[in-house]
Nanobody, 118 residues
Framework: QVQLVESGGGLVQAGGSLRLSCAAS????????MGWFRQAPGKEREFVSS???????AYADSVKGRFTISRDNAKNMVYLQMTSLKPEDTAVYYC????????????WGQGTQVTVSS
């Protein structure tokens, strides 16, 4: 399995931007489909975005047009650029990896907190 460490979370005002980073070790991210998930207090973890090994991306409807996922295989990094942030984006954000598009995400980071104030 690949080890994942997120960073870049913090406190931001509504309308602001943040870029989350996910550093991978142990295996190269080029071998994986990568994803971002989030969990708000009292809610279940939900899908935010994913990027395939070929670079194809997908987004939850709630973030489409505001968030952009990207990967840098040379640096073994995955990013989530978040713009026009809303208070409802407040959550712990997790980076995840899965071997193929059809398999479950089975490697997870520890999460990074994003708080958006109104």
């Amino acid at each position: 399995q690949v080890q994942l460490v997120e960073s870049g979370g913090g406190l931001v005002q509504a309308g602001g931007s943040l870029r989350l980073s996910c550093a991978a070790s142990g295996r190269t991210v080029s071998s994986y489909n990568m994803g971002w998930f989030r969990q708000a207090p009292g809610k279940e973890r939900e899908f935010v975005s994913s990027i395939s090994r070929s670079g194809g991306s997908a987004y939850a409807d709630s973030v489409k047009g505001r968030f952009t996922i990207s990967r840098d295989n040379a640096k073994n990094m995955v990013y989530l650029q978040m713009t026009s942030l809303k208070p409802e984006d407040t959550a712990v954000y997790y980076c995840a990896a899965r071997p193929t598009y059809f398999s479950a995400f089975d490697s997870w980071g520890q999460g990074t907190q994003v708080t958006v104030s109104s």
